[in-house]
């Protein structure tokens, strides 16, 4: 069974990333350590999404969890 992913914040994480090391992405909203996963998806059909980063850099994780580009943002949080 799946539900919809809980819209954590309608914005994104802004987030400084360093190259080389992976994070994973929460999709279900559901995460206490957001935009992070901790877990907190069982049950839900939901899984995280995992980024590698290419640079030590600032990117923008999707927070609304409907960006088309997970787990980065790409503006879909201003059409909700």
Do not use: N
């Not at 069974?1 to 819209?7: E, H, N, T, W």
């Not at 909203?29 to 935009?35: C, E």
């Not at 600032?58 to 997970?70: D, N, P, Q, R």
């Amino acid at each position: 069974m799946s539900d919809a992913p809980i819209v954590a914040q309608k914005a994104p994480y802004p987030v400084e990333v360093t190259a080389g090391k992976s994070y994973f992405w929460c999709s279900c909203g559901k995460s206490s350590k957001q935009p992070f996963c901790d877990g907190s998806h069982k049950d839900t059909g939901h899984s995280p999404v995992k980024y590698t980063a290419e640079a030590d850099k600032k990117v923008f994780f999707c927070g609304c969890k409907a960006s088309g580009k997970s787990p980065l943002c790409d503006g879909s949080h201003s059409k909700l």
